[in-house]
């Protein structure tokens, strides 16, 4: 018996390696990772339709996800699309869903939360993802509380602007941005 189990090993070893197939999935997701790169003009609906396939064959990857999620953001802002803005926004969801620690997907919602106009934009949820971020990596959190900051400043919001830098200065003290913000922000206050 041991005979046989050498003779196996020994042919196995001396056997090329046999490649694993790669799920369809991952090569549909490739593919969308080749075409959004590739140049053309069609890049982005190109990837989003091969995105959006593969988050059909293996619809628990918050990879596949993400991608999808973030392609049709982009979509939405370059033909200033509502019904894209809704899936973007859904799919980035479901990325937090399957993994709330992908800090990526939480980073374009708390943009989208914070930037997108009324009915699609809400301050509340783009600070809880702010928040969300900042519990998982204090620095991080700190700077994407800052550029929440900004967002807000941009629209004309200064005590919620005043309120994303205190929690950037709460997840990291010493950020010089969060604190030369509260300052100017309080002297324009005065």
């Not at 046999?18 to 090569?27: K, M, T």
């Not at 919620?160 to 300052?183: C, G, H, S, V």
Request: a neutral charge; hydrophobic letters at 45%.
């Amino acid at each position: 018996m041991w005979r046989g189990l050498l003779a196996g090993a020994l042919l196995s070893a001396a056997a090329p390696p046999v490649p694993l197939p790669v799920a369809p999935a991952a090569r549909l997701h490739q593919a969308g990772l080749d075409a959004l790169h590739s140049g053309k003009p069609t890049a982005l609906r190109d990837a989003l339709a091969l995105f959006q396939q593969a988050t059909r064959l293996d619809p628990g990857n918050a990879g596949y996800w993400g991608d999808y999620g973030g392609t049709c953001l982009r979509v939405a802002d370059h033909e200033r699309s509502y019904f894209m803005a809704v899936r973007g926004r859904d799919a980035l969801e479901k990325t937090v869903q399957l993994n709330p620690a992908d800090v990526d997907a939480r980073e374009e919602l708390m943009q989208f939360y914070g930037i997108a106009p009324w009915p699609l934009g809400d301050e509340s949820r783009a600070q809880e993802e702010a928040a969300a971020i900042g519990r998982q990596d204090p620095f991080v959190g700190a700077r994407e509380e800052c550029r929440l900051g900004r967002i807000f400043e941009n629209k004309h919001e200064p005590g919620l602007a005043r309120t994303a830098y205190a929690a950037a200065l709460r997840f990291d003290p010493r950020n010089a941005a969060a604190a030369a913000a509260l300052k100017r922000l309080s002297a324009a206050k005065s």
